[in-house]
Nanobody, 123 residues
Protein backbone atom coordinates (compact mmCIF):
# COMPACT_ATOMS: atom_id res chain seq x y z
CA UNK A 1 0.00 0.00 0.00
CA UNK A 2 1.05 3.56 -0.71
CA UNK A 3 -0.44 6.52 1.12
CA UNK A 4 -0.43 9.88 -0.64
CA UNK A 5 -1.09 13.31 0.87
CA UNK A 6 -1.25 16.50 -1.17
CA UNK A 7 -0.25 19.96 0.06
CA UNK A 8 -0.06 23.44 -1.35
CA UNK A 9 -3.47 24.24 -2.72
CA UNK A 10 -5.04 27.60 -2.14
CA UNK A 11 -6.50 30.76 -3.61
CA UNK A 12 -4.51 32.69 -6.20
CA UNK A 13 -5.17 35.39 -8.75
CA UNK A 14 -4.98 34.69 -12.46
CA UNK A 15 -1.40 34.88 -13.64
CA UNK A 16 -0.07 33.75 -10.30
CA UNK A 17 1.74 30.59 -9.27
CA UNK A 18 1.30 27.74 -6.83
CA UNK A 19 3.41 24.72 -6.02
CA UNK A 20 1.69 21.50 -5.07
CA UNK A 21 3.44 18.74 -3.20
CA UNK A 22 2.49 15.11 -2.69
CA UNK A 23 4.11 13.16 0.13
CA UNK A 24 4.18 9.38 -0.22
CA UNK A 25 4.49 6.85 2.57
CA UNK A 26 4.00 3.15 3.10
CA UNK A 27 5.59 0.86 0.57
CA UNK A 28 8.69 2.17 -1.15
CA UNK A 29 8.13 5.26 -3.18
CA UNK A 30 10.03 3.85 -6.06
CA UNK A 31 9.63 2.41 -8.63
CA UNK A 32 6.18 3.95 -8.81
CA UNK A 33 5.23 6.23 -11.65
CA UNK A 34 3.35 9.28 -10.39
CA UNK A 35 0.74 11.57 -11.82
CA UNK A 36 -1.38 14.63 -11.16
CA UNK A 37 -5.04 14.75 -12.04
CA UNK A 38 -7.69 17.37 -11.40
CA UNK A 39 -11.43 17.56 -11.09
CA UNK A 40 -13.48 20.69 -11.53
CA UNK A 41 -17.06 20.92 -10.24
CA UNK A 42 -19.42 18.95 -12.44
CA UNK A 43 -16.62 17.55 -14.58
CA UNK A 44 -14.75 14.29 -14.89
CA UNK A 45 -11.37 13.89 -13.26
CA UNK A 46 -8.79 14.66 -15.93
CA UNK A 47 -5.13 14.04 -16.50
CA UNK A 48 -2.73 16.92 -15.84
CA UNK A 49 0.79 15.52 -15.81
CA UNK A 50 2.76 12.35 -15.11
CA UNK A 51 6.34 11.37 -14.48
CA UNK A 52 8.20 8.09 -14.51
CA UNK A 53 10.13 6.84 -11.51
CA UNK A 54 13.43 8.02 -12.98
CA UNK A 55 11.99 11.32 -14.17
CA UNK A 56 13.11 10.50 -17.68
CA UNK A 57 9.57 10.33 -19.08
CA UNK A 58 7.21 13.24 -18.50
CA UNK A 59 3.80 13.96 -19.98
CA UNK A 60 1.53 16.99 -19.82
CA UNK A 61 -2.02 17.67 -20.86
CA UNK A 62 -2.15 20.19 -23.70
CA UNK A 63 -4.05 22.59 -21.45
CA UNK A 64 -1.12 22.95 -19.04
CA UNK A 65 1.85 22.44 -21.33
CA UNK A 66 4.32 25.30 -21.01
CA UNK A 67 2.79 26.49 -17.73
CA UNK A 68 3.08 23.53 -15.32
CA UNK A 69 6.20 21.61 -14.37
CA UNK A 70 6.14 18.19 -12.73
CA UNK A 71 9.10 16.87 -10.76
CA UNK A 72 9.89 14.37 -8.05
CA UNK A 73 12.45 13.82 -5.33
CA UNK A 74 12.70 10.10 -4.66
CA UNK A 75 14.97 10.64 -1.67
CA UNK A 76 12.20 12.69 -0.03
CA UNK A 77 9.35 10.52 -1.35
CA UNK A 78 7.74 13.66 -2.72
CA UNK A 79 6.10 14.64 -5.99
CA UNK A 80 5.72 18.27 -7.05
CA UNK A 81 3.67 20.30 -9.49
CA UNK A 82 4.81 23.86 -10.14
CA UNK A 83 1.88 25.75 -11.62
CA UNK A 84 2.61 29.07 -13.31
CA UNK A 85 0.50 31.54 -15.27
CA UNK A 86 -2.60 30.14 -13.63
CA UNK A 87 -5.97 30.68 -15.26
CA UNK A 88 -9.49 30.55 -13.79
CA UNK A 89 -10.06 27.34 -15.75
CA UNK A 90 -7.32 25.70 -13.68
CA UNK A 91 -9.66 25.83 -10.68
CA UNK A 92 -10.17 22.27 -9.46
CA UNK A 93 -9.32 19.74 -6.81
CA UNK A 94 -5.89 18.38 -7.64
CA UNK A 95 -5.05 14.76 -6.90
CA UNK A 96 -1.77 12.92 -6.98
CA UNK A 97 -1.70 9.27 -7.92
CA UNK A 98 0.76 6.41 -8.07
CA UNK A 99 1.06 3.20 -10.00
CA UNK A 100 3.61 0.45 -10.28
CA UNK A 101 5.17 0.09 -13.69
CA UNK A 102 5.49 2.47 -16.58
CA UNK A 103 4.13 5.98 -16.51
CA UNK A 104 0.60 6.40 -17.86
CA UNK A 105 -1.79 9.24 -18.61
CA UNK A 106 -4.96 7.20 -18.10
CA UNK A 107 -6.73 7.73 -14.78
CA UNK A 108 -8.01 4.17 -14.41
CA UNK A 109 -4.49 2.74 -14.57
CA UNK A 110 -3.46 4.38 -11.29
CA UNK A 111 -3.69 2.30 -8.13
CA UNK A 112 -3.24 4.81 -5.32
CA UNK A 113 -4.75 8.24 -4.81
CA UNK A 114 -4.44 11.12 -2.41
CA UNK A 115 -7.39 12.97 -0.92
CA UNK A 116 -6.89 16.03 -3.11
CA UNK A 117 -6.08 19.67 -2.55
CA UNK A 118 -8.24 22.57 -3.73
CA UNK A 119 -6.88 25.18 -6.11
CA UNK A 120 -8.98 28.26 -6.83
CA UNK A 121 -7.86 30.80 -9.42
CA UNK A 122 -9.72 34.12 -9.44
CA UNK A 123 -9.95 36.44 -12.42
Amino acid sequence: QVQLVEFGGGLVQAGGSLRLSCAASGRTFSPYAMGWFRQAPGKEREFVSAISWSGGSIFYADSVKGRFIISRDNAKNTLYLQMNSLKPEDTAVYYCAARGGVVQTIRSLYDYWGQGTQVVVTS
